[in-house]
Structure formats: C-alpha cells, structure tokens
C-alpha cells in the first residue's frame, strides 16, 4: 500500500500553514516539523517537499488542482531515499512546464549580473544546495581518514585546495575533526572570496576589521589567510552570532587572532564588509528569499550598503584594502553600489583588483560579489 496520498495530504496541509513566504518562514518551518509525530526520516521528507514547494512559489499559488501540485513537487524535488515514494507515486502526472525564468522574481533578469545568462543562474538557484567545507589544518590526513571511518565521500574543489564537498546529508559535527575545529562549513562561492585575493601578499600588514562578522565564516578564514600574526577585530550588530564566532574560533585554535568584539577607532590594515544583503546568491538554501524579496528590497538593502562603506572607509589606514562582498548576485547591490562609493571617495579610493561576480552554479558554489579598493597614501 503506498503511503502517498497521506504524504501529500500533510504536505499540503503544512504547506498552508507556512504561508505566507516571508523572512520567517524558516522559524515556522523548524517548529512545524519539531511535532513529535515525525520521525527524523519524516522530518527529512517533509523538509525537502516544502523547500520544493518554495522554490515553485511563484507558480503553485495558482495551482488548485491537487494532483498538478503533487507532480510539479514531485518532478523537482531531490532524488533522495526518502522521497522515491513519492516521486514515483505522482512525478508521471501530466502538469504544466516551467522555464527556471518563470520561477524567479520578475526583477530578476534584468538585476542578474553574474557573467552567466540570467535563465542560467536561475536553473543553478533551483538545485538543491551542496554542502561543502573548508579545512582549518596544514595536514588534513587525520581529517581524511575519519570521514573515511565514516563512510564519508569527499570530493575536492577543482581550484579551492581547502574546500571539499560532502554529501548533502553529512552530519559534520558529529565528527571528532570537526569538533577539534579542522574545518568548518563554509559554501565554495563564499571561500572564493578571499582565496581570490592573496591577502597575504596584498595586504600592508596582519590587523584587520571584520565589520559584519556574523558568525564568522570569513573571519575564520581571513585569519588562517594572515597567518600567526593576524589581529582581526571582528564586530556585528548582532550579539548571539558573535557568540557563536567566539565559539568557533577557541574550536579552530584562532581565538589569539579574532577578538569579538572588536576595539573601536583605529586604522586598519584593511576592513572586510561583508554587508548585509538581499541573499539572491544563496536562493538554493533560503529559497523562501525568492518568494518575498523585492525591488525596494533591493534598493533599501543598497542604501544600507552604502551607509556601512561610507563608516568603514575611513577606518582603513592609507594604502590599506577595503574589500566589500555581498552574497548577492543583484546588480543593485553590487556594481552600483561600488561605483557609487568610488565616486563619492574618488580622492581617497581606488580600485585595487576588478571586481568579481561568482557565478552561482560555476562548481556547485552559491553565487557572490566582490570589490576591493585600496586608499591613497596621501
């Protein structure tokens, strides 16, 4: 007997209590599935239906036909253990098509400036997110051989020697590497921002601000990038992921060169913006940012970007580097955003490196931007 149709009646009945898409929705989701009637596996399947679901948003709101909805989830969901079922019960219903275009945002194809064709981006930000990580060790082979203990598959970035991909459902910190801070989760695209810069060699010394820490992925790595004599200040206006940087940094052995939060008032070497943002970049894991973000989201997020970089510049010391980064592929908030802060302090920055837009999809990384600007001596 298939278990199908009872799976889709639930689906369906928390798919409406999850309306409407907003910037909670993640919250609403995570304590829809905490019921005590799902079980992990449950818990997998009905995650990865509703996450499904979300990405097709655009397009589901007009679907009243209960079987087409089944068939449009089942057909995008991930192929996984849990969902064959499914996917076999209704994938063969007879449902409309849809190009990726159709399920993005309408701004989206005139904002998406990623080097790429705007309907390839939008098939990369319709896949299911990787999960990679980026290793914290000079000799990696302990870290090896326990994934290999575990059964884990490993696949290495073909340019970024740190990072590695682990299948989708590893529970990395149930590992003994992981919890001796040998490495962290971190997406490709985002570890590609740094990498991409040869701090070491351009950089006019080791202190540095990292202005909107977070929980501090990039300030890990900055301070790896840096060396033993790196002196990171990293602040947020967020308390609890500063806590959990604080956290990550004592497990990776960092905690000398990241100090949270920072000291206020001093020139730096150079101040890592990594500003807030729309997320357009990282659809695949919040695809309910798809559904709800606008044009005047947009706009206000530059606006805001653009307050962060007229307070960081003139904590860089001359002849340091400013380096601002969104996880954003929306030109609004990237090119525009750096042209503006060029002409604004055209007698005190430069361009120091082109800028960079990191493709989402290139090698199954998010997409992300990347200015770097240094300040004139004099």
């Known amino acids: 007997m298939s278990f199908a149709p009872n799976q889709l009646r639930i689906a369906r009945t928390l798919w409406e209590r999850l309306q409407p898409l907003d910037r909670a929705m993640p919250g609403r989701l995570q304590a829809l599935l905490a019921d005590r009637r799902f079980g992990s596996r449950d818990r997998r399947f009905y995650r990865e239906l509703l996450l499904t679901a979300t990405r097709l948003a655009r397009v589901l709101g007009s679907v009243t036909d209960e079987t087409i909805w089944a068939a449009l989830v089942a057909r995008a969901c991930a192929a996984t253990r849990e969902t064959e079922g499914f996917r076999e019960a209704f994938a063969a219903t007879p449902a409309p098509e849809f190009t990726a275009l159709e399920l993005m945002p309408d701004w989206f194809a005139e904002e998406c400036e990623t080097g790429t064709a705007p309907d390839a981006a939008a098939r990369a930000l319709l896949t299911r997110a990787p999960l990679w990580v980026r290793l914290q060790t000079d000799d990696p082979e302990e870290v090896f051989a326990d994934w290999a203990a575990r059964g884990w598959t490993a696949e290495r970035h073909p340019s970024l020697p740190d990072a590695w991909r682990l299948p989708p459902e590893t529970n990395v910190s149930s590992a003994r590497t992981y919890e001796e801070g040998r490495y962290e989760v971190q997406d490709a695209g985002s570890q590609h921002i740094l990498a991409g810069l040869d701090i070491p060699s351009r950089s006019p010394g080791p202190r540095w601000l990292d202005a909107c820490a977070g929980a501090g992925g990039k300030t890990l790595q900055l301070a790896r990038l840096l060396g033993p004599s790196a002196r990171i200040d990293a602040t947020d206006t967020r308390s609890a992921p500063l ?125 992300f931007y990347v200015a770097t600007f240094r300040r004139l001596s004099s």
């Open 243 to 367: 806590a959990e940087l604080r956290v990550r940094a004592n497990r990776a052995g960092l905690a000398g060169r990241i100090h949270t939060p920072g000291t206020t008032g001093d020139a730096y070497d150079g101040v890592l913006v990594d500003a807030p943002c729309s997320g357009s970049g990282t659809w695949r894991r919040a695809p309910h940012l798809m559904a709800c973000t606008t044009q005047a989201d947009l706009r206000a997020a530059a606006q805001l970007q653009s307050t962060i970089l007229d307070q960081a510049a003139p904590r860089v010391r001359p002849g340091g580097l400013l380096v601002y980064a969104t996880c954003s592929i929306a030109r609004t908030e990237n090119r525009l955003v750096a042209e503006a802060f060029l002409t604004r302090h055209s007698g005190t920055y430069q361009i120091d490196a082109p800028a960079r837009t990191i493709a989402p999809g290139t090698d199954d990384n998010d997409g």
